[in-house]
Every structure is written in C-alpha cells, then in structure tokens.
C-alpha cells in the first residue's frame, strides 16, 4: 500500500497592518526612505495639510473644533433647553420641570451635592466641563446617553420627585449661558491640544531626519571597516561590536518611524474623530 499523504501544512494568518506580530517593516528600507511630496501628501491624508505654519495649525484647529463630538452634542443641548425656554414664555409660565428633559441633560441641569474629605461641596454643570479634561469617559457618557446608548450612571438616576422639580426659567437662561462658556473652553483646550500635537510631530520628524541621516553614515562606514577585516587587517571583537552598535542604530531609526507615524495617527483622530 502506497503511504499516506502528507498532513496539510497548517493554515497561515493574513498579515495586516494592525497585526503585532506579522513581520516587521525593513529596517534598511526605512533608512533609505526619501519621501517625494505627493507619497508625504499621501501619508497625511486626509488632513488638509501638516506642518508647523500658522496657516496649517489654525486650519487643523478649526477643523478639530468643528468635528468635536462634545461640541456638537452641547449645540444640540444648547438649542433643547433654548426651545423649552421659549415654549415656556409663550406659554407664560415661569419654570419648567426638569422631568421632560432627556437624562443626559438632566445630569447637566441640576446641581449634585457630594461628600468628599469629611466636606460637602456642589457639582454643577461648569464643573463637569472640566472633568472633560481629568475624566473624559464617564462625562462623555453622560452627554452621549441620550443617543440611545444606556451608559448614563445610576449617580444621575434619582426618584420621580428628584426627576419631575422645576427649574425657574431664570436658572435655565443661566445654564445655557454655562453651556456656552463650556464650549468656549472646550474649544480652547482643543486648540492647545492641536498646537501641541503639530508641535511634537515637528520634533519627531527632525529626529527621525537626523537619526537617519546619522546611521547612514554608520553604515558607509561599517562597510569601510568591513572590506579592511575581510582583508585580515582588523580583529573580531572589533567588528562584531561596530556589528552590534550598527543594529542598535538602526533599531533607533525603526522606533523613530514609528513614533512619527503615531503622531500623523493622533492628530488624525484629533481632528477628524471617528465619531464624525
């Protein structure tokens, strides 16, 4: 009988871009990259430009503010309680209850009081604006639950009395003047974070540049050394350690890349968010 066929070779991952694991880029070929404008235009994309001229940062600013999923959801806010307001002076009446308002509004309409360091101290709207910037997840929840995703904390829960109390027009037109000031400094913190961003791109594409420009003359002069030990003139120790240091280089430019490109990644999710 004629032997069995051999097992089949084991199935094989497709490498992605995104796979850990896959085969690293080349390094050699990285040290040799001379980006041409339109594959750097190419890289960027699809910002409108990037680079550290005010025209470019303002630009990349703007863009950032105005695709702010934070900003965006405040305006829809902003324009609900602005409309109650004036269903409620047509309708003269002097308060309006906080109950017909969505959850996630309520959170940001009402006054919380906390008991922290043996103290009690009140939360109001402002003050979770600015945990936008020390804790982003849980305030973010609050804004987005309202579009269908259940996320709200049972902290801004309370009972149907707590839920159905009026708030006096007077302290609604103070709160959509909060709101306002909110977006002010949202917008504000957006644009510093852009101009840091560019900024630190800036700085890492100058010490990729000159990372490069260093390991190649490493490498011209490895080879130097390498044709002098291959003709007997030189001692291995020597060479496997200008061996070693060479690699170490040349790992340094490897990190440098890929540092640049993560800085391209952050500014891109900065200013065009994936919400958008």
């Not at 009026?166 to 002010?184: C, H, N, P, Y």
């Not at 540092?259 to 919400?275: F, G, H």
């Amino acid at each position: 009988m004629p032997p069995p066929p051999p097992p089949p070779p084991p199935p094989q991952s497709a490498e992605t871009p995104n796979n850990p694991l896959s085969e690293p880029q080349d390094i050699n070929k990285i040290l040799n990259t001379t980006m041409s404008n339109d594959q750097w235009v190419l890289m960027y994309q699809p910002l409108d430009c990037l680079d550290t001229s005010l025209e470019c940062v303002q630009k990349l600013q703007q863009q950032s503010i105005e695709n702010s999923p934070v900003i965006r959801e405040l305006n829809v806010k902003i324009q609900e309680v602005n409309a109650r307001i004036e269903e409620a002076k047509v309708n003269n009446k002097k308060s309006i209850e906080l109950a017909i308002f969505e959850p996630a509004l309520q959170a940001f309409l009402r006054k919380d009081t906390v008991f922290e360091n043996g103290q009690t101290r009140t939360i109001g709207f402002f003050e979770r604006i600015g945990q936008l910037f020390t804790n982003p997840g849980a305030v973010l929840n609050d804004l987005f639950a309202a579009s269908g995703v259940q996320v709200l904390r049972g902290a801004y829960g309370g009972n149907d009395a707590q839920q159905s109390r009026a708030i006096q027009i007077s302290d609604l037109t103070v709160k959509v003047a909060e709101m306002e000031r909110g977006k002010v400094e949202i917008a504000n913190k957006i644009r510093e974070k852009i101009q840091d961003l560019v900024l630190a791109f800036d700085v890492a594409a100058r010490e990729f540049q000159a990372e490069q420009q260093i390991v190649r003359m490493e490498v011209k002069s490895f080879k130097i050394y390498s044709v002098t030990y291959a003709a007997g003139d030189g001692n291995t120790d020597t060479y496997l350690r200008r061996k070693e240091q060479l690699e170490r280089s040349k790992l340094k430019v490897f990190k440098d890349w890929a540092k640049l490109r993560a800085q391209i990644v952050n500014l891109k999710n900065m200013v065009i968010p994936k919400e958008v």
